[in-house]
Structures are given as C-alpha cells and as structure tokens.
T-cell receptor, first 115, second 114 residues
Framework: GAGVSQSPRYKVAKRGQDVALRCDPISGHVSLFWYQQALGQGPEFLTY????????KSGLPSDRFFAERPEGSVSTLKIQRTQQEDSAVYLC?????????????FGPGTRLTVT | DAKTTQPPSMDCAEGRAANLPCNHSTISGNEYVYWYRQIHSQGPQYIIHGLKNNETNEMASLIITEDRKSSTLILPHATLRDTAVYYC???????????????FGKGMKLTVNP
C-alpha cells in the first residue's frame, strides 16, 4: 500500500522567504511526527500530532516554525523568514496508534536549501 | 540526548553475517531497544525492536544481553543493499497515553563490500 509521502522533495528558498512542506501520512495512522535532519546527523524531533491535536512542539527551534494537521490527516510544516541554518532534510513519520510499541513509518523527506 | 552508543562505522563482506553492536547502559526496565536504518537519500526504516528477549523477523535478529546494557543487531546474510546508517534507539516514553518520539544518535555506517 501507499507509504508516507512528502512534497516537494526538494525546495530551494532565498533567505527570508516562507516555505510550506507537506506530509501525507499512511491512511488511518493516528500519530504524526516531524523531524529535522542536518547533514551527517541523525534526525531530530520537532513536533508530534495525535490526530489533529499537537501534543508536543518542544523540538521546534524557533517561533518561525509552525506545524498543523487540521483534519487529522495531512500535515504542513511552515517555516517563516527562512535562514541558512534551516537548511536540512525535513522528515515526516506516522504510526498507527497513539500508544504502544508501534513503529514509525517515514517519508522520503524534503530537502530544504536556503540560499 | 541519545541514550545509546555505537561505533561510527563498520565494514562487512557480502554474504557474511553483519553484527552491529550497541551499548545502552542506562536503559530503564520498561524501555525497548529499537533499530532503524537509513539508506542514502531515504527516510529511516524500522527493522526490529525488543525488550529483553531475543527477537527475529524477516529482516534481522536482535540479541539483548541479560543485563540489557547492550544489544547486537544481526543481519544474517548481508547484501549490498544493506549498506546504510543503522540507528540503535532506546524508546523514550514522552506522552502519557501517547506515542513516543524517537531520539536518534549519529548511528553507525555499515558498508557491505562485494
């Protein structure tokens, strides 16, 4: 079946521009996560949704980062006034349930380059 | 911070077993050990997880020591497609009744050579 999809796969933004990154989780998955992966590093947690509720946003690096999942399915990560340090791969993951030892399924990521 | 330590890299010959070590000396009694891998330019992929018993699935085997302070992921017959960064993760229970974020370290680069 279809996995997690993300769009665009690549995004180049000039410093100061706003960007929006989209995540389509696996249908029926309750939990949705966003991670940021800098070059040569492991992914780092940004934020978590359980259905439409954003239960944790402790990993968002600044108030320029905003995420939403208004209908409990598709999610958008928005970055305002992009800076060069925002350049990274942004990964979305979903999992079936809200608790328990369920694995997370990752999308291919969006590579953001801020020039 | 990641609660696991892994060597930065390892090589393995194609067709041989690859044994990937991980130390997690501060693991708590109710924390699971998870393994994910990330092939170049792809998102991480779940491999296997365990609590204290050894586990096996179609991809790999997980051997956890009796004291649970370390584990080994075994790929029984490594292929070139197994070349990837492998992450050993202790699952953090973050949300009461909710799902858990994954705390990745830098992982270990496994290179399978022909």
């Amino acid at each position: 079946g279809a996995g997690v999809s993300q769009s665009p796969r690549y995004k180049v933004a000039k410093r100061g521009q706003d960007v929006a990154l989209r995540c389509d989780p696996i249908s029926g998955h309750v939990s949705l996560f966003w991670y940021q992966q800098a070059l040569g590093q492991g992914p780092e947690f940004l934020t978590y949704f359980q259905n439409e509720a954003q239960l944790d946003k402790s990993g968002l690096p600044s108030d320029r980062f905003f995420a939403e999942r208004p209908e409990g399915s598709v999610s958008t990560l928005k970055i305002q006034r992009t800076q060069q340090e925002d350049s990274a791969v942004y990964l979305c993951a979903s999992s079936l349930a809200a608790s328990g030892s369920y694995e997370q399924y990752f999308g291919p990521g969006t590579r953001l380059t801020v020039t | 911070d990641a609660k696991t330590t892994q060597p930065p890299s390892m090589d393995c010959a194609e067709g041989r077993a690859a044994n990937l070590p991980c130390n997690h000396s501060t693991i708590s009694g109710n924390e699971y050990v998870y393994w994910y891998r990330q092939i170049h330019s792809q998102g991480p992929q779940y491999i296997i997880h365990g609590l204290k018993n050894n586990e096996t699935n179609e991809m790999a085997s997980l051997i956890i020591t009796e004291d649970r302070k370390s584990s080994t992921l075994i790929l029984p017959h490594a292929t070139l497609r197994d070349t990837a960064v492998y992450y050993c993760i202790v699952r953090v229970e973050l949300f009461a009744g909710g799902s858990e974020k994954l705390v990745f370290g830098k992982g270990m680069k496994l290179t399978v050579n022909p």
